[in-house]
C-alpha cells in the first residue's frame, strides 16, 4: 500500500471496524436486519456487511494496535541520570553536596547514594535512599539517623546529597542510583558516579592587632592581616574585613579582595571607599592592610579579616572549600570632647601668601597655643579639603599621606618643625590641583614612659583658603599609548609627549595597582639625566627613556597581571636661579589605564578525534589543539578507564621537551605538529584493546618566569574499543532424556562455531533442579581447569565429571538419583587474546539446555483411603488407625509417619501432631497444649494408632496420616521412595447433655411471729455430673409490680464456696447447706421491707478434659412471695402455702382423662332403653345417701389451709 492511500487506509479500517462492532451489538439484541455505514463517509460502501468482511477487519486493527503500542513504546523517554562532573576537592570537616537529576521517567524518581572505597572500588556500600529509610549500611547509618547525612529532594526529579562534617574516610567514589520502577523497561542511564577527594585543611589566618584599640575621633587606623596556604592543588585566596558594631547580630562587610584581586567595598563603607578614605592593600604574598580614616564614633565595635580559600571545579566554576576568621580586634572610637580643658588648646592656620600661581612656593603655617599643658606632647597632621598632605608625631617622626608620598620622593613636599608650638608645611612647585582649604588638626599625646603614646581628643584650626591661578607657562603632557591591553609576558611601552617647555625637564614614572589607592615610584629620570628605579621594581626590567627631547618613554619588561592599573607620568619644568641652584618652576600630570591579559586567557585547548571508537587491534589519533601566543608549555596526557575512579598519567611533555612516562607505553606513540596560530599534540593508539579503552584528556601549563602556571584541562574525550562479534553457537544432545534411579546419565554439549581459531573456550554446568534450587556442578576455563561447584556435596568418589574434546564437553552423572531430574544448562564463554597478549572474554556467553528425568521403580506402597466418621462424648477416649494395604511386610524399607489435624472451624490449618522418623524416634512437633493427652502405638507392621484419653471438644476435627518410603540408595544412605496419604477420619467431640433440675414450686407466706424469720430454700432434684460444681444465686423483688421494679441478686454462693452478700454488708442473712442437693438463705429479723418475692438460680459448672471450667446449665426455683405484717395490724398469723408446679403438671392430665371417662359412661348410658321410673339399686348419687355435716376444729388441723 502506497504512502499516499494509506491515511484514507486507516480512516477506513477504524471506521469498518465501528461497524463491525455496531453489526455485533445488534445482533446480540436480536436485530437481524443489515447494518449500514456512516453516510458522511463516501469510501464505505453502504450496503450490508458480512461477518466475513468484519472478521478481517478486526484483524486487521488489531495488528495496527498492536504496532501503534509498540511505536508509543519506542517513543518513551531515554532515562537520564547525572551528577556534577568531577573529581572534586573538598576539605575534611567542611560540608560536602552533591546534586542529583534524574530525566525520563514517566513518574517521581527515586535517589539512592552508594559509596565505593578507593582500595576496593567495585565494593558498593549504601548510604542513604529517599524510598528506604533503612537503607544504609552500617557504616553510614549513625551519622544517617544522627542528620549528619541527609538526602534533600529538591524536585520530583533532583536531589542533593548532604554530608554535614567530611570525615578523612569519605574519600572515595560516590554513585547516585535511580531504581527503575517495577512496570518500566529499561531504557538509558540510572546511574552516575563522581570521585570525591577528601584534603587536608592548610589555610591560616592570624591578626597582628589583635589587642583592643581606643582611638579619637578622626584618626586614621591602620590593621594587619596574614592569611596563607599550603594546599598542593591549585587554589585562589580571598579576604574581606568585616565590622560588627555593638548590639549588630551580623558583621558588615567592609572591603575585599576577591580571588582576582579585585577590590571590592562594602554597601555600608562604599561612600567612605570613593572618598578614598577606606583602602586594603596586599604586601607581599601573606600580608593584608586595612586603613580607614577620618575614624567616626559609629566604627566602635569588632573589626577581624576572613579568609576563602577557592579552587575551581571540573566545570570551569569556582568553589569555596574552606573559609577562617582571625581574631577580632577590639575598637573604641571617642568622640570629641567639648571640655573646659580643650578650650586650654587653640591651633592656628595662616599662610604667608594665600593666591599662588602654578610653580611658586605655598607655605602653611600651623601654630599651637597651650595654657597649662607645657608638659604633654602634640602631634600634628595638615589636611586639603579632608585629604591628608603630612603629619609631624609627638616625637617628632614625619609621615605623609598616600597621596603626597610621590611628590614628598621628588622633594617638593616637606613639613618642619619651626618653634615650639609652630609647624611649617612647604609645597614646591605648586600644581593648579593643589587648591582648595587647608586646616590643622592636633592631638593631645599621653606617654607612659616607655615610648608608646595615647591620643586624646583632636582639635582642628580653622579653614584656610589657597587659590592657585595658572601661570603663562605653555607646559602641557599627553600620554600616548598603542592599546590599554597588554598580554602577560610583552613588554609595556607607555610615551609622555611633552609640549610648550622652555627649561629642562625630568620625569616621574609612578603606578597605583587595583589593590591599592596609593601610587608607588616606578622610575624616575632627573633633570640631569639620571634615572632612579622605585623600591618594588628594583629588580624588574623596567627603564624610563627620552628618545626625543619631548618624548619619555616607560618599558617594564615581562608584565604580569599585577601590574596592571593606573600608570601617572609627571613632567616637572626646571630653572637656574642666580646662585646656581635648580628650582622646580612647573609640574604636570597624566594617567593612564593599563588592563594585563594573564596567560591562562591566552590559550585555548581542545581534544578532539576523528577515531573515537576502533575494533579491536586496530589503531586511532588523538589530538590535542593548544591555540594561543607561542609559549613553552607543559603537556600532560590523561587516561581513565572506565572502571577506575581517578585518572593515570600516561605521559608528560615538558616545556623544556623532555618526556617522561607514567606506565606501559608500548601502546602509545607522540607527535607535535606546529602551526602558525596553534600547536598540536598528536596521541596515537597502537594496537587497541580494552585496557586503552576510556577518557582521555590533556593538560595544559605554561612556563614562565620559571614557574608553571595555572594547568589548562582539556575535554573529556571517550574512547571505546568494540570486541570482535562472537559466532559462537551450542548445541547439547540429547536434549530431552528419562533414565531409571541408579543408572548414569551423559549428556554432550557441543560448539558448533567460534570467532577465530584462537579461540579459547570455557564451560560451566548449572543445573536448574524441580525442587527450584540452581546450583553450579562444576566449571572448565580456557586452560581446561576443573573446579567442582561448592554446592555440591562430594563422598570419597565423584558422582559428576566432565569429558573434554577439542570442540565438545561431556558431562557424566553416574547412578542418578530422583533428585538429580532437572534443566541442565551448558554456558561457554569464547576466549580471545588481545595485542598484548592478554586474554579477553566476549560477550554475552552462549548457553544450551538439556532436560533430565530420572524415575524410580513403580513401588506397590499403599495406605488405606477410607473415610470414617467417629462420634465420641467429651471425656471417652478415642483412638483411630492408619493401615498400610500392602508393602508393609518389605524388609528393605522403613517407614516414617506423620499424623495430621485440622480443626473444625473453616479457617482452621493443617498441623502435624506426631512424626515417627523411619529410625523408630518420636516427636511432637509444634506446641499443642494437648499433647499430653495423644497416645501412638504400632501394634503391627501394617497398623500405626493415634488415640486421645478423654477427648475434648477441642479434638474434634479431620485426621489423616503422611505415610513415607525410604530404602537404602547406592551411596549407602536413605532417600525417600514413594509416600501416600491415608483417608480422612472425621471426629466429633460432643459435650455432655444437660441435667440440671431446680424444684420449681411457688409458696406464699405470710409472717407475724416474734421476731419474724424465714427460710428460702433452693432444691436442686438432679445434675448433670456428680464432679460439677454449682454456683447459687438468689434474687427479689417487689410483690406489687410497679414501675422500677427490677429484680435484684441478694445473695450468691460461689462454685469455689465463697459466699457473697450482694444486698449490702453486715444484713441479716445467714446461708446453710443442709443436704449436697439443698442449699437454703435464712432471714432474720424479718420487717415489712422484706414483703418481696424470692427465688433463686443454679449455674452448673464442670471441667473439661483440657482442665479449663465452663458453665453446661442454668436453672431457678419457684417464686417465694413474703408477707412481713407489722404487730398488731391482723391476727397473728404465720403460715405457709405452696402448690407445687410439679403437682399441677400430673393433676391436670389425671383430670382431663376422668372427664373423658365420664363423657364416654354418660354416652354408653343414654344408649341403653331404661324406663325413667325405675330406680336403680346401690346408686351412687346423694339424694339416695346423704351426707351428714358435723363441724370441723380449724385450729385442730395439721398443716395450713388456704381458705380462698
Known sequence: ?????????????????????????????????????????????????????????????????????????????????????????????????????????????????????????????????????????????????????????????????????????????????????????????????????????????????????????????????????????????????YFQGHGETSPTPIISLNRDLMVSPGVRFEGRYQAGLIGLEKVGEATYTLRMAQLQVSDTGSIYCQAQEWIQEPDRSWYAITQKDAEKTALEVKAKEVTSTQGSVAVHVSTPQAELQE????????????????????????????????????????????????????????????????????LRPVRAQDQGGYLCRVWAEEGDGSGVFTKGASQDSGVQPISISATQSGLSVAMETNDGSIKEGDRLQLTCRVTGFKGRLSVSWQHRSATTNRFTDVITLSQDGVMETGVEFGQRGVSALRPTPSDFTLQLSD?????????????????????????????????????????????????????????????????????????PVTVTWSHRHADASSPDTILTVAHNNDITWGGDQSSYQLRTVTKSDSVLYVLRIEAASQREAGQYQCLISAFLQNTHRKQLISNFLGFRVQPPVSKLSLAVSPA????????????????????????????????????????????????????????????????????????????????????????????????????????????????AVSELLVKEKVSDFEVDQTDLQLQVREGQDVEMNCTLTSGASDPVHLYALTWFHTGALPSAARVPLVVLERGGALRYPGNHQRTRALHFSRPSESSFLLGWRRAAEEDSGAYACLVEQYQLNTEGGWEIRASDTSGSTNLTVRRPESNLQVLKQDCHLNLTMKPPAFDISCNITSRTSQTSELQVTWFSRRATGGEGDATLPIFRAHRDFTLHDLKRPGHRLSFGRPSPSLYALAVTMATPSDSRVYHCEVEEWLQSPSLTWRRVAQDRSGDLTVSVHAEGAVQSISGLECLSGTILGVLLPVVCLLALVVVVLVWRLKGQPQSRNKKQANSLWAEEYPLKTQPIDLDSLPGPLDLD
Open 559 to 631: 608584565v604580569t597581571p599585577g601590574d596592571a592599573g593606573n600608570y601617572q607620568c609627571t613632567v616637572s619644568e626646571w630653572t637656574t636661579e642666580n646662585n646656581g641652584n635648580a628650582k622646580k618652576t612647573h609640574s604636570q600630570s597624566q594617567q593612564c589605564t593599563v588592563s594585563v591579559t594573564p596567560i591562562e586567557a591566552l590559550l585555548k585547548v581542545k581534544l578532539y578525534s576523528r577515531d573515537s571508537s576502533v575494533a579491536e587491534g586496530g589503531s586511532a589519533e588523538l589530538q590535542c589543539l593548544v591555540k594561543g601566543p607561542r609559549l
Open 359 to 426: 610653580g611658586e612656593e605655598l607655605a602653611v603655617v600651623c601654630r599651637v597655643e597651650v595654657q597649662g599643658q607645657a608638659a604633654h606632647f602634640f602631634s600634628l597632621s595638615w589636611f586639603r579639603d579632608g585629604v591628608e598632605l603630612a603629619g609631624i608625631g609627638p616625637t617628632g617622626v614625619l609621615t605623609f599621606g598616600p597621596e603626597y608620598s610621590g611628590r614628598q620622593s621628588g622633594g617638593e613636599l616637606r613639613a618642619t618643625r619651626t618653634g615650639e608650638r609652630e609647624h611649617l608645611l612647604t
Open 1 to 241: 500500500m502506497s504512502g499516499n492511500h494509506t491515511p484514507n487506509f486507516l480512516c477506513e479500517l477504524l471506521l469498518t471496524q465501528s461497524v463491525c462492532i455496531e453489526m455485533t451489538s445488534r445482533r446480540i439484541h436480536g436485530q437481524t436486519r443489515s447494518v449500514r455505514a456512516v453516510s458522511k463517509v463516501s469510501f464505505i460502501d453502504q450496503g450490508q456487511m458480512d461477518g466475513t468482511r468484519c472478521f478481517q477487519v478486526q484483524m486487521w486493527t488489531s495488528a495496527l494496535l498492536l504496532v501503534l503500542s509498540q511505536l508509543v513504546k519506542r517513543g518513551q523517554a531515554e532515562v537520564l541520570v547525572q551528577v556534577q562532573p568531577g573529581p572534586i576537592y573538598r576539605v575534611i570537616d567542611h560540608p560536602l553536596s552533591i546534586s542529583c537529576n534524574a530525566t525520563g521517567f514517566a513518574q517521581d524518581a527515586h535517589f539512592e547514594y552508594l559509596f565505593f572505597k578507593p582500595n576496593k572500588p567495585n565494593q558498593e556500600i549504601r548510604i542513604i535512599s529517599t524510598k528506604d529509610p533503612g537503607f544504609a549500611y552500617a557504616m553510614f547509618s549513625q551519622r544517617v539517623s544522627k542528620k549528619d547525612i541527609t538526602l534533600e529532594r529538591l524536585s520530583a526529579t533532583s536531589a542533593l546529597f548532604h554530608i554535614t562534617k567530611l570525615q578523612d574516610s569519605d574519600d572515595g567514589v560516590y554513585e547516585c542510583h535511580s531504581p527503575n520502577p517495577v512496570d518500566e523497561d529499561y531504557l538509558g542511564t540510572y546511574s552516575a558516579k563522581i570521585t570525591v577527594k577528601v584534603i587536608k585543611d592548610t589555610l591560616t589566618i592570624s591578626s597582628m592587632n589583635p589587642a583592643p584599640m581606643t582611638v579619637s575621633e578622626g584618626v586614621t587606623l591602620t590593621l594587619q592581616c596574614l592569611a596563607s596556604s599550603n594546599t598542593v592543588q591549585h587554589t585562589h585566596l580571598s579576604l574581606t574585613w
Open 736 to 847: 530431552n532424556q528419562e533414565h531409571l534411579v541408579n543408572t548414569d546419565v551423559q549428556m554432550t554439549c557441543s560448539a558448533l562455531g567460534v570467532t577465530s581459531e584462537s579461540s579459547r573456550l570455557a564451560v560451566t554446568w548449572f543445573v536448574e533442579a524441580t525442587a527450584g534450587t540452581n546450583r553450579t556442578l562444576l566449571s572448565s576455563d580456557r586452560d581446561g581447569v576443573v573446579t567442582l561447584g561448592t554446592s555440591e556435596g562430594m563422598g570419597s568418589r565423584q558422582p559428576i565429571s566432565m569429558q573434554r574434546g577439542k570442540m565438545s564437553f561431556e558431562l557424566t552423572i553416574r547412578q542418578a538419583r530422583i533428585g538429580d531430574s532437572g534443566r541442565y544448562r551448558c554456558v561457554v564463554t569464547e576466549w580471545l587474546q588481545d595485542a598484548h597478549n592478554q586474554w579477553y572474554a566476549l560477550a554475552p556467553p552462549s548457553s
